[in-house]
């Protein structure tokens, strides 16, 4: 009955929809308007507009893809990166513990450990069920495949953005030109920034950083360039020994960067897919249409390196087919333990920032990787003939997403552009030392950097090949088991710059403190905290920076958002 309701909310706005993927096209040179206007249908662009229906105001999402969920939707459990349910309050709290589920949890007297176990593996395609009969519920419109393309603005205020019409292709990939330009028109009091890649707030003007900061300029600790990890001697070269020949496909030059300094780098973006060697499920992998062996020569070479090793195990080249191709109902492993990941090291630096295009070969170039990732390991003389074998009776999991033939529609990137706020998430809020007057959600997370790029160097004469960036300090719970307050200020733009913008994705904050604040709850948290903000903009005909603070507490208190932490919380695991 509930797909039938949400079939029918859709088919009442003018547009059909699969439960999965609703596709949504409107009319060329459509005009919208609403109170609150939300750019991106992910778990925190659909808090923030269930925040905003339920005092009264009109919404509109515009979603560039044609699904909904964001990474929840795509592969990731609403539960696996929140640390403690202390921490979180209003429609997150209900979501990490409900979203997708067949049956009802009571968390009372259960510890938070053996929750998240039983949560962990919840099928995105649950996910997206559960956020489409929420929105249905809410009468929330979601227009589908349209990206922001530029903004208008009148006295340091969006008037309106406007949005080209650019359907993701049938493996779930975003195009790199539109299929037509300056498609609808959105008109609203407040806009809200709940995308991924903060793209409506880069077309507003706002300013916003990427990449690594300086140690000094934060005085952060862990900021800007580590020191190496997992030291392999293989030889780097396309030609053994001859420097002259070249970089083997995916190693850089270390360079000459001191310790700390700065850069243009982030950490490494992956899919949350998940494989099977089912066959009423099982979609096979082809190699990309430019695939060369050739690209794929330094994974070659860890196997024979491994396989030489005294020390190495069958176990361990079987840990690294778990790290490339996960063989069980969802994916959840994306361990750093091995030179070779289901990620490529080094190119989301490139995505961060770029335009359209760019981002879209970026993210096709992430899919092609992991077809010819799996077409290598199923091929290559190097690799055991077990292993062989198989991977090669797995497939990707269709069931998960049938209408791309099992490729997960959401590039999980883990950090894009960082808005430049009248607060900046640092290392020391996240040691529970900062200096927040405000708050509107909590952190409870360690500092979790996927390594940003794959190196080589030499040592006592031999050559070896390293990653660089890697670090997870305090692991699930921080490094001090605390949860530590996220301020209004930091989802909030210098009001010089835009008066009525709100941006709980790409919130304020340096590499490293994103890095531990970045997790899907606490966007989740920032989204409805923002969408309760917007609504007192509003009412107040005030800029969003200047809305009455005490006033906007007692509405977050309402909504059961979670203001204070007081005591001890019940942690998954303790600080490390």
């Not at 990707?396 to 009248?422: E, S, V």
């Not at 996927?450 to 390293?466: L, N, S």
């Amino acid at each position: 009955m509930k797909r039938l309701t949400a079939f029918l909310f859709l088919a009442s706005l003018g547009f059909t929809a699969h439960l999965d993927a609703g596709e949504v096209n409107a009319k060329a040179g459509q005009r919208v308007v609403a109170d609150i206007c939300i750019y991106g249908a992910t778990p925190a662009g659909i808090n923030a507009a269930i925040a905003g229906q339920r005092e009264g105001k009109s919404v509109v999402i515009v979603e560039p893809s044609r699904w909904v969920g964001g990474i929840l939707g795509a592969g990731l459990s609403p539960i696996q990166d929140c640390s403690s349910l202390d921490s979180v309050g209003g429609l997150t709290r209900h979501q990490i513990l409900h979203l997708g589920r067949e049956e009802t949890l009571d968390p009372s007297g259960v510890p938070y450990k053996t929750l998240h176990d039983q949560n962990w593996k919840v099928p995105p395609q649950n996910i997206r069920r559960g956020y489409l009969e929420t929105l249905s519920q809410h009468k929330i419109r979601v227009i589908y495949n349209h990206r922001v393309s530029h903004c208008s603005k009148e006295k340091g205020a969006i008037v309106s953005a406007v949005f080209d019409l650019s359907p993701f292709d049938s493996l779930g990939c975003p195009p790199a030109q539109a299929k037509e330009k300056d498609h609808l028109t959105a008109e609203a009091k407040v806009f809200i920034d709940a995308s991924y890649e903060g793209s409506l707030m880069a077309r507003a003007g706002v300013s916003y950083r990427t990449g690594r900061e300086d140690r000094e300029e934060f005085n952060e600790r862990h900021a800007g360039v580590t020191e190496l990890d997992l030291i392999t001697f293989i030889d780097p070269f396309k030609e053994k020994g001859k420097p002259q020949s070249g970089l083997l496909n995916g190693v850089e030059d270390y360079g000459e960067k001191s310790l700390g300094q700065g850069d243009d780098y982030t950490q490494a973006y992956n899919f949350r897919y998940s494989t099977t060697s089912d066959p009423a499920n099982r979609s096979p992998i082809e190699a990309p249409d430019n695939y060369q062996a050739t690209d794929y020569e330094l994974v070659g070479r860890f196997i024979s390196h491994l396989k030489a090793d005294e020390t190495a195990t069958e176990k361990s080249i079987g840990n690294l087919l778990a790290n490339i191709m996960p063989m069980w109902d969802i994916s959840t492993n994306y361990r750093r333990s091995s030179l070779i990941t289901m990620a490529p090291l080094g190119v989301s630096r490139l995505f961060a920032d770029g335009d359209y295009a760019t981002q879209a070969k970026i993210w096709k170039q992430h899919q092609d990787y992991l077809r010819g990732l799996y077409h290598f390991m199923t091929t290559d003389p190097r690799v055991p003939e077990n292993f062989r074998q198989k991977l090669a009776s797995q497939g990707l999991n269709q069931l998960h997403f049938p209408d791309t033939a099992g490729y997960p529609h959401q590039l999980y990137m883990r950090c894009t552009r960082r808005l430049k706020g009248r607060y900046t998430v640092t290392e020391k809020d996240v040691y529970n030392q900062g200096k927040a007057n405000s708050v509107v959600g909590f952190g409870l997370y360690g500092v979790d950097v996927y390594p940003v790029r794959r190196v080589f160097g030499k040592e006592q004469g031999k050559y070896f090949v390293a990653v660089e960036g890697w670090m997870f300090v305090g692991h699930q719970s921080g490094p001090t088991g605390k949860p530590y307050p996220i301020p209004y200020e930091a989802i909030t733009p210098m009001e010089d710059e835009c008066n009525n913008l709100l941006v709980p994705v790409c919130f304020s904050g340096t590499h490293i403190g994103y890095a531990s604040a970045r997790m899907e709850p606490v966007f989740m948290t920032l989204g409805e905290s923002a969408g309760i903000a917007a609504v007192q903009a509003i009412s107040e005909g005030a800029p969003v920076q200047n809305i009455d603070m005490k006033a906007y507490e007692k509405q977050l208190l309402k909504a059961g958002q979670v203001l204070k932490i007081s005591g001890e919380v019940d942690n998954m695991t303790p600080a490390q």
